[in-house]
């Protein structure tokens, strides 16, 4: 795709970060595909040509929802996809420009990803907040209770004890509570567990609105599409508008846009993320 934006509007963006007396970066998923963490192609033919062959899906993403018939294929699979997309990548250049870009800055990062990438570039755990859960938790499928539980020890068995896309029944994951079998952490029905992490984590950012969210600030919107925009899209307009002093940038590879409303405080720019950081850092 060819980008949509020029050096001016690069500068007005680079201005206004080194201005703002603090930046809220929204970041979806966008972002960590202009990282590299494709859910087809290569990527997807490399890690689970087996899982295609075998059942027919094409991509990572629709693998997901694939009925599986036991939970020993279904762990099979989900401790594979797990692994790869959270325990075995490094951040990506993207990631990491964007902690530069933001080193000495006052910010918070809203994000929908659910891959940690920002915990692994280096990003403040305390100025972070994931609303849509984290491939490494688990969770009761339940649930019976609020907790989450690291998974890192069991998906990495599962992963080296898997054989003919199924793992031994000893190792699926089961509540320590209830006994039923455990899940992901990840908001896509109404039994997504809020636990005490993620509650503390969306006071913080709260606060963080409350203080400086009337200011001087940057509603930097990095790869967020329209699956859920009432999360970061919407929030960051309407708090655009309602503050004069606040300016909006919106960053995406084709939805880079708006509204008429707060046309005066923002710059768009379409085009690749990373190509777009890259050159506020000067690169």
Known sequence: MTSEYNENEINTL?????????VVVGAGAGLSTAAGF???????????????????FRDMYSGGFYPFETLSEFWAYWSRYIYINRYDQ????????????????NYFV?????????????????????????????????????????NEAAVREMLARQKDMRVPEELIPRCPVCGKPMALNLRSDG?????????????????????Y??????FLELGVGMNTPGI??????????????????????????????IASQSVCLSGDIGDVLAKLRGE
């Open 110 to 150: 809203l994000t929908t990803n659910v891959d940690h990438r920002f915990q692994v570039a280096g990003f403040d755990k305390e100025r972070l907040f994931y609303t849509q859960g984290d491939y490494g938790l688990f969770q009761c499928s339940v649930p019976c209770h609020d907790k989450t539980y690291d």
């Open 191 to 211: 039994t997504f567990v809020e636990d005490e992490g993620w509650h503390a984590a969306c006071a913080r950012y709260e606060r963080f609105i409350r203080r």
């Open 213 to 218: 969210g009337g200011g001087r600030v940057l």
């Open 14 to 22: 680079r201005e206004w970060l080194r201005d703002a007396d603090a």
């Open 38 to 56: 494709t859910y087809s192609g290569e990527r997807f033919r490399k890690y689970f040509s087996d899982f295609a062959a075998k059942y027919g």
């Open 232 to 261: 970061i899209k919407y929030p960051f307009r309407k708090m655009t508008h309602a503050n004069a002093d606040a300016r909006y940038a919106c960053v995406n590879l084709d939805m880079a846009y708006a509204p008429r409303e």
């Open 90 to 105: 490094p951040a990506g250049k993207p990631y990491e420009d964007l902690l530069a870009l933001l080193g000495g800055k």
